[in-house]
């Protein structure tokens, strides 16, 4: 061994007492023999081994602790398991003839759920305890070089590891252990509870026994004074309407003191499971909101004095169901829907010409796709692509145009054109001057950013509920669902694209004497185009997809066709429909491609 590799070893040997804290003489051969490659694959770490998670936990090593608890649990859940069936086998092996199915399945289940939870035990063991000297010393080799990963042995470590543990292991363990809940169980102590607590101020009752008390007197009184008039031999009308009133009266009553019963009988057990192994438990129950109806009729009064087609909003409130209540979810979904309803009523107006707009710009798109020749069409794609994307592009727009033929979707591929070009003209229209302000204004993409990344991740289904409510189901509702879908890039882009021009070029710019708008016309957005027409190539992307799911609420071409043959089960018109978008989608995306390299090549 040479001095340098000798003065090496002496320096890590050093580190290593430091690192470690405690048994320097134990992990010191150890993490020699590593960095040698010559330690054992059978060697182990026994306390790895016994109790690999306290090891880790107080080494610092959290990725050894948090694999480690995941394979014990794991091994324990599959272990608890055999405790659950076990009861199950021997009640169906009481009358095996009748339960064979039964015998077999719960026999399998144990034979498996046993080999898994004893096999995963002992041999996640010997591999923890077989990996934990070697992770440790990759946590040893990345202290040596950052001295904020964790050494030495901490108690406050193993304090965390142990409480982590606590939150974790027993009620995982519990859960394995138990069957499924009924499902209306956990909702009908709810019921019960609240039930309860109307009662007891009616009553004047200071707990629950003390009601059930009450009403048990209340029943016996009641079965009296009803007996005492069932027992007279003629009855006049005024006792004959008491026997009535006394029994309606009885009735009510024991279903009340049934329902008190009911819930003194709910055992701590059910509680905590309803609490901690099912589903999270119902915070608050709240009355639901005031049921409004809000409607848009003709204003009598204003077209008598003279203004003719003059409408008004009216209310119609609902009785409300006495005692109904309901979740946080319910109340929110609900008043969200009446809002909804009172602005549809409130501003039809400027809803109907939203609607008309988006109807006339889609029909007028849609008869320049379809009554323009189709040799006029295809050629326009056949010279876009030769002239920006090369030949390859041109025969494969060819084939697709092809495609299109020769399965008879040419004009229903043009209503889904329609639909993808007004909805990215109405994209450009609002997102191109929403991305400039996004570059222009640090408070305003501060705000829009976070906006834009939810509406980037809220599923496209989503999109067609707020366009419904508002609008119905129709051809325009589709139009907008499919822009609120395509709009987040065009704005990231573009936004993204002015802010790429360098510093020195508009520097440079303004001490040419630029104003603030010819620096944005001449030089910022022409530098930005490539990154523009990226998100313009995206956003039709994205209204194209649109355009099948909207599809749903109204929208015709391709997707009308998927739909249509998911609902009908016709797997191979599905298939050809979603072949011709898919090739639909090819085209635009080679030849925008091609066009935004010409950009960026200028």
Request: glycine share 6%; charged share 20%.
């Amino acid at each position: 061994m040479s001095e340098a590799e000798q003065r090496e070893i002496d320096d890590r040997d050093v580190s290593i007492g430091t690192f470690v804290e405690q048994n320097e003489s134990y992990f010191g051969p150890i993490f020699e023999q590593i960095q040698r490659g010559k330690l054992p694959r059978w060697h182990v770490n026994i306390w790895a081994v016994l109790v690999p998670w306290i090891w880790a936990a107080a080494r610092g090593s959290w990725l050894l602790f948090w694999v480690s608890l995941a394979l014990d649990v794991i091994a324990i859940v599959c272990l608890m398991q055999v405790l659950k069936f076990s009861p199950l086998l021997a009640e169906a092996q009481s009358n095996a003839a009748a339960n064979a199915t039964l015998v077999a399945r719960y026999s399998n289940w144990i034979t498996t759920y046993s080999w898994a939870g004893w096999g995963l035990l002992f041999l996640g063991r010997f591999w923890m305890g077989s990996s934990a000297n070697r992770w440790y010393y990759s946590q040893y080799a990345r202290w040596r070089i950052n001295q904020a990963v964790p050494s030495g042995v901490s108690m406050k470590r193993v304090v965390l590891g142990v409480l982590v543990m606590a939150i974790i292991v027993p009620l995982t363990t519990y859960r394995a252990t138990q069957l499924r809940l009924d499902e209306r169980a956990c909702f009908n102590q709810i019921r019960a509870a609240e039930s309860v607590d109307q009662l007891l101020p009616l009553y004047q009752a200071e707990d629950v026994p003390a009601l059930y008390a009450s009403m048990s007197t209340g029943v016996e009184t009641l079965q009296s004074r009803l007996d005492a008039l069932e027992a007279l031999d003629e009855l006049t009308d005024a006792q004959k309407s008491e026997r009535s009133a006394v029994r309606k009266e009885l009735r009510d009553l024991g279903r009340n003191r049934d329902l008190v019963e009911d819930y003194q009988n709910i055992s701590t057990r059910d509680r905590f499971d309803c609490l901690t192994i099912d589903d999270f438990p119902t915070l608050a129950r709240l009355t639901p909101p005031e049921d409004i109806t809000y409607r848009r009729v003709a204003d009598e009064e204003a077209i008598a004095a003279g203004d003719e087609g003059a409408t008004k909003v009216i209310t119609q409130i609902k009785e409300p169901v006495e005692g109904r209540k309901v979740t946080i979810f319910t109340y929110s979904a609900e008043s969200i829907d009446i809002s909804i309803n009172r602005l549809r009523a409130q501003y039809a107006t400027a809803f109907d010409a939203m609607t008309n707009v988006l109807r006339q710009s889609l029909i007028r798109v849609e008869v320049a796709f379809m009554q323009t020749p189709w040799p006029v069409v295809a050629f326009l794609f056949l010279a876009l692509s030769w002239a920006f994307a090369g030949t390859g592009t041109t025969i494969f727009v060819g084939a697709s145009l092809g495609f299109l033929a020769l399965f008879e979707l040419w004009q229903i591929a043009m209503q889904t054109m329609a639909l993808v070009v007004v909805s990215t003209a109405v994209c450009v229209l609002v997102g191109l001057p929403i991305g400039i302000w996004m570059a222009k204004n640090k408070w305003f993409r501060w705000i829009t950013e976070p906006i834009l990344d939810v509406m980037q991740t809220i599923p496209s289904l989503s999109y067609l509920v707020p366009a419904v409510a508002f609008f119905g189901i129709s051809q325009p509702p589709a139009v907008l669902a499919t822009v609120i879908f395509a709009m987040p890039p065009m704005i990231k882009l573009t936004a993204l694209g002015i802010l790429q021009v360098p510093e020195s070029t508009k520097e440079a710019a303004m001490a040419f004497g630029a104003s603030h708008r010819q620096l944005l016309h001449k030089v910022e957005l022409p530098m930005a185009i490539p990154s523009i027409m990226a998100g313009l190539n995206q956003t039709i992307m994205l209204a194209l997809s649109m355009a099948t799911i909207s599809a749903f609420i109204g929208a015709e071409g391709l997707g009308a066709i998927v739909t249509s043959a998911l609902g009908d089960a016709q797997a191979g018109k599905g298939l050809l429909a979603g072949i011709a978008i898919a090739l639909v989608a090819m085209m635009i995306d080679r030849i925008l491609k091609g066009i935004r390299n010409s950009f960026s090549r200028i």
